[in-house]
Every structure is written in structure tokens, then in C-alpha cells.
């Protein structure tokens, strides 16, 4: 395994409320990133992180924040839950060649 | 941002090479040209990655057109476990990685 950890694994959230996904790495990385991943779909990039408190948008920013205050995590907040959100979601870390992925976060919105 | 174009599905026969292509016409100068795979039910995985010349590994090999505006990832020998959807994606300077949504290999028997 490549040192990275999604949690929780799964989630279960109200609409309107807040929840935060944590990817922590033991890898001393510096490019983090944040996917989520629809049934049928490819991945879409929610934002991502180039060093600690660097962090740009991906294509599906809305609704997302995202904070690095260290260079081993990387968290992905929704401010306030909607059913549009229930998604998996993926991180990934990467130097400057191949990215590693974490098991994903499967979470539920109702 | 450079995107790449992928046929949405293929079909192989086990213990047969696979060619899946993948056009990225608008390739820059920079972009090294990145596969990855995902078996159902799991994260992406690595496969190989590549900026001008030919790669090998383990898992397969990656041949780069001479103008780099197609790629090919090449499994050598197709088993049931290679059955994914496959991503090229290209990562350029600013690292953000985008992908498409991939070819799906289906390994028959």
C-alpha cells in the first residue's frame, strides 16, 4: 500500500449539514488531491493541493472546500450537505510521477 | 487544460496483447501522459506513465507516437484480472490530473 488513508470509510449525513473527509499520508508527498466518482463515471477532480496551504480548484468545486495545514493531510469539507453530493470519494497523493489512490469514502446525503 | 479522447469500451481474449489507444491531439511539450486503471468496486491504480520515449514495467508496456499526439498502453498477455476501465490522462505543469471517462476492457475467457 502506498501510505494513504480515507476517512471515514463510509458516511451517512443529513442535508445541510457539515462533513469533513480526511486523507492523511505517510509519504511525504507534496500533491494531494480530491475526486469524486458517480455511478458510471470516471473521476472528477474537486480540488487539489500542491504544498502545504497551496490548494487550487478542479473541475467540481462547488459546494467543496478543502484545508492542508500539514503536508500529511488534506481534508475536503461540504459545507452544507446536499443529495447531490452522495458520491465516493476518492484522494490521491503523488511526487512527481505515479499517484496512489485510497479506498474511497462512500458517502450518503438524505 | 490538454484533454485526451478514448474509445469507451474494447474486448480481448484472455492470454491475448491489448492495444488501447488514447488521442491527445493537444498535447504540450511538458505533459508526461499517465494510465491508470480501475478494477470495479476499488481506487484507481497506477499502470504507467511515459513523456516521449517507449516505457516498460511489470505490468505493461506504453508506446508514445513520435508527434505524442497518440499513445498506446500495451498489456502483453490479457487475464481476467486486467478486466478494468482504464484512464490515460496527461499531467502537466500545475499537476492537476483530469480524466475521462476511460475505455472498459472486458477479458473473455
Known amino acids: 500500500d502506498a501510505g494513504i488513508t480515507q476517512s471515514p470509510r463510509h458516511k451517512v449525513t443529513e442535508t445541510g449539514t457539515p462533513v469533513t473527509l480526511r486523507c492523511h499520508q505517510t509519504e511525504n508527498h507534496r500533491y494531494m488531491y480530491w475526486y469524486r466518482q458517480d455511478p458510471g463515471h470516471g473521476l472528477r477532480l474537486i480540488h487539489y493541493s500542491y504544498g502545504v496551504k497551496d490548494t487550487d480548484k478542479g473541475e467540481v468545486s462547488d459546494g467543496y472546500s478543502v484545508s492542508r495545514s500539514k503536508t500529511e493531510d488534506f481534508l475536503l469539507t461540504l459545507e452544507s450537505a446536499t443529495s447531490s453530493q452522495t458520491s465516493v470519494y476518492f484522494c490521491?497523493?503523488?511526487?512527481?510521477?505515479?499517484?496512489?489512490f485510497g479506498q474511497g469514502t462512500r458517502l450518503t446525503v438524505v | 487544460d490538454a484533454k485526451t479522447t478514448q474509445p469507451n469500451s474494447m474486448e480481448s481474449n484472455e492470454e491475448e496483447p491489448v492495444h488501447l489507444p488514447c488521442n491527445h491531439s493537444t498535447i504540450s511539450g511538458t505533459d508526461y501522459i499517465h494510465w491508470y486503471r480501475q478494477l470495479p468496486s476499488q481506487g484507481p491504480e497506477y499502470v504507467i506513465h511515459?513523456?516521449?520515449s517507449n516505457v516498460n514495467n511489470r505490468m505493461a508496456s506504453l508506446a508514445i507516437a513520435e508527434d505524442r499526439k497518440s499513445s498506446t498502453l500495451i498489456l502483453h498477455r490479457a487475464t481476467l484480472r486486467d478486466a478494468a476501465v482504464y484512464y490515460c490522462?496527461?499531467?502537466?505543469?500545475?499537476?492537476?490530473?483530469?480524466f475521462g471517462a476511460g475505455t472498459r476492457l472486458t477479458v473473455k475467457p
Open positions: 511515459g513523456l516521449t
Open positions: 490521491a497523493i503523488s511526487g512527481r510521477g505515479a499517484a496512489f
Open positions: 490522462i496527461l499531467r502537466g505543469n500545475n499537476n492537476d490530473m483530469r
